[in-house]
């Protein structure tokens, strides 16, 4: 059993913040590689932000200097923190990790949450 779940979406001004959790549940001992993407209607999903078990992270170039992505690994939580936020970013945002778990059972495998709405409109 994992399951991550997004937490912290809503609807924002433009110019405005918003702060997202994503939290892993389950038999889990630590989660390595772990990333936020998002999707808007019509278009494909993409990668917004990327954060490693080193803590080294990437962004893609549209939130690059706007958004920061962290983790809490004593919690299995992960955070994106959207600032100057911008209608075109508008999306559904997914958490996704690479879960390490306890027991044989239950696979280590990248997973992913089912998102949580962010629209940016004034």
């Known amino acids: 059993q994992v399951r991550l779940v997004e937490f912290g979406g809503g609807l924002v001004q433009p110019g405005g913040s918003l702060r997202l959790s994503c939290a892993a549940f389950g038999h889990i001992s630590s989660i390595d590689d772990a990333a936020w993407y998002r999707q808007s209607p019509g278009k494909q999903r993409e990668l917004v932000a990327i954060?490693?078990?080193?803590?080294?992270?990437n962004y893609a170039d549209s939130v690059k200097g706007r958004f920061t992505i962290s983790r809490d690994n004593a919690r299995n939580t992960m955070f994106l923190q959207m600032n100057s936020l911008k209608p075109e970013d508008t999306a559904v945002y997914y958490c996704?990790?690479?879960?390490?778990?306890?027991?044989?059972?239950?696979?280590?495998?990248?997973?992913w949450g089912k998102g949580t709405q962010v629209t940016v409109s004034a």
């Open positions: 954060i490693s078990s080193e803590g080294i992270s």
């Open positions: 996704n990790a690479f879960a390490l778990t306890k027991i044989p059972d239950i696979r280590s495998a990248w997973y």
